[in-house]
């Protein structure tokens, strides 16, 4: 049922949350028990314990103990309904474009108010974050380590609604963009330093609590279009999507490359 393993926490909570889409689950269905969330997963009690808390923060599931319990589908809010509607946009190449636009535009809010509201713990997870970042040894772990890092910051914000958009984008992301293309998976070492750097400056920026150093840091992860620099996500889509919808995505043939 779950990708084994989904990586970290938030993504485990992703992975349910779209299953309770497509499987049509309704308010008070069960989705599983710990014990078959911990079997399916190969996580062990601290990992599942806390994918269930950020699901029961986002209002997606309740969490029932005893015999009986385990993951139930909550009463969908205004919020979780956003979500959930972002996940029926229809797929396709414009589709991760604007994606990636509309994601950009909120980044700056993200990142400033998760410096502004971070705590020990939140550092913490960053940084964990960052470290799978560092040992990953392909271009998929290392985008996968990528997403967490960026939906790890964005569960900071007190901005549900802004949070909610943020990560559905990235999910949409995440989802159709490394399919947009599977024969293109290259990408050279020094590039993956390079991007790994400009996200341990977003985390140390986030730790400064710094506003104006969140927001350089933030111009750096987007990239620079007009040197033809590409952040992670826009490198991975093929250039026939790169130059759909939004004019900071159109680049020359010459720069189709991936991070």
């Given at each position: 049922m779950f990708s084994r393993p989904p990586g970290l926490p938030q993504n485990l909570a992703s992975e349910i949350e779209a299953l309770i889409g497509t499987r049509g689950l309704q308010p008070g269905d069960r989705i599983a028990t710990m014990e078959e969330l911990r079997t399916q997963?190969?996580?062990g009690r601290g990992t599942i314990g806390e994918t269930c808390r950020l699901l029961s923060e986002r209002g997606i599931v309740d969490v029932r103990?005893?015999?009986?319990?385990?993951?139930f589908v909550a009463a969908a809010g205004p919020v979780v309904r956003l979500r959930q509607t972002l996940l029926t946009v229809p797929q396709g190449a414009g589709t991760v474009a604007h994606a990636i636009a509309v994601r950009d535009a909120l980044e700056e809010l993200i990142a400033v108010e998760a410096a502004l509201h971070r705590t020990?713990?939140?550092l913490r997870d960053l940084d964990v974050c960052l470290d799978a970042m560092r040992r990953s040894d392909d271009l998929e772990s290392f985008l996968q380590s990528n997403w967490s890092l960026h939906e790890r910051i964005a569960d900071i914000t007190p901005n549900e609604i802004a949070r909610a958009v943020y990560v559905s984008l990235i999910r949409t992301i995440a989802e159709l963009s490394v399919r947009a293309d599977p024969e293109r998976s290259s990408t050279s070492d020094g590039y993956l330093v390079e991007r790994l750097a400009v996200h341990e400056e977003l985390v140390e920026a986030i730790r400064s609590r710094d506003e104006d150093?969140?927001?350089a840091a933030v111009v750096a992860h987007r990239g620079d279009a007009s040197s033809g620099s590409l952040n992670e996500d826009q490198e991975e889509l093929p250039a026939t999507v790169r130059a759909h919808g939004s004019s900071r995505l159109v680049f020359a043939e010459a720069h189709d490359v991936r991070p």
């Open positions: 997963t190969g996580y103990p005893g015999r009986g319990g385990g993951l020990d713990r939140d150093r969140v927001r």
